[in-house]
């Protein structure tokens, strides 16, 4: 058996995905979580085969909860189910070693043969979102997009500065250096246009 947990906040979602992987004779989805610190820790306490999550999800995204992952060695290969053919999704998908990426809207004998192929060593990139990769690379440095993060959600200077142990200058200096790049007026525009394109 391929031992699955399912993460999506939407619950109509996630209970039609697991009620239709359930009827799989050879996936048993051990635990659903409906946002990514739920998603931690039903992979902690079950480690399944695969984490089957969304992208956008409260907490943390399916991405970050990716990224987590690698960075503890953790077993589990993830397969990312979005809506949203965004470029710099999946090349934040990729980088955090993502094993499967696909659409939503795929039929769900097609989500269970991406499980089985992901579990036997595979990686699985849906065609329509290899292609969304390769609409424009993500032009912001690491720290651009930490300090932007959370400037975007209109916390002042002084307060991203503290937390990102940096200077206020600096933190101005990356603002400034972002807003530049994806031609933006103010630091909130530069976060929306940075959202819309998956690279926040």
């Known amino acids: 058996m391929i031992a699955v947990v399912l993460a999506e906040d939407q619950a109509m979602v996630r209970g039609a995905f ?3 992987l359930a009827l799989e004779p050879d996936i048993d989805v051990v635990a659903t979580a409906s946002d990514g610190p739920e998603a931690l820790a039903a992979v902690g306490a079950h480690d399944p085969d695969v984490l089957l ?3 956008e999800m409260p907490g ?3 991405l970050d909860v990716a990224a987590e992952l690698h960075r503890h060695g953790a077993r589990t290969r993830v397969v990312v189910v979005t809506t949203f053919a965004r470029s710099g999704y999946l090349r934040r998908a ?3 070693d993502v094993a499967g990426y696909v659409l939503k809207d795929a039929p769900v004998e ?3 043969d991406v499980v089985r192929r992901v579990r036997a060593g595979e990686r699985v990139v849906d065609p329509a979102l290899a292609v969304a990769a390769w609409d424009g690379a993500d032009p912001l440095t690491e720290r651009e997009r930490a300090v932007l993060a959370l400037a975007g959600d209109g916390r002042p ?3 991203v500065a503290e937390e990102l142990h940096l200077a206020e200058g600096t933190v101005r200096n990356y603002l400034s250096t972002a807003m530049t790049k994806l031609g933006a007026r103010n630091r ?3 976060a929306r246009i940075a959202r819309e394109r998956g690279w926040l």
């Open 18 to 20: 697991a009620a239709l």
């Open 94 to 96: 990729l980088d955090s």
């Open 60 to 62: 943390a995204s399916g």
């Open 53 to 55: 999550t969304d992208v």
């Open 188 to 190: 909130g525009e530069a």
């Open 157 to 159: 200077s002084a307060e």
């Open 110 to 112: 097609h989500l269970a």
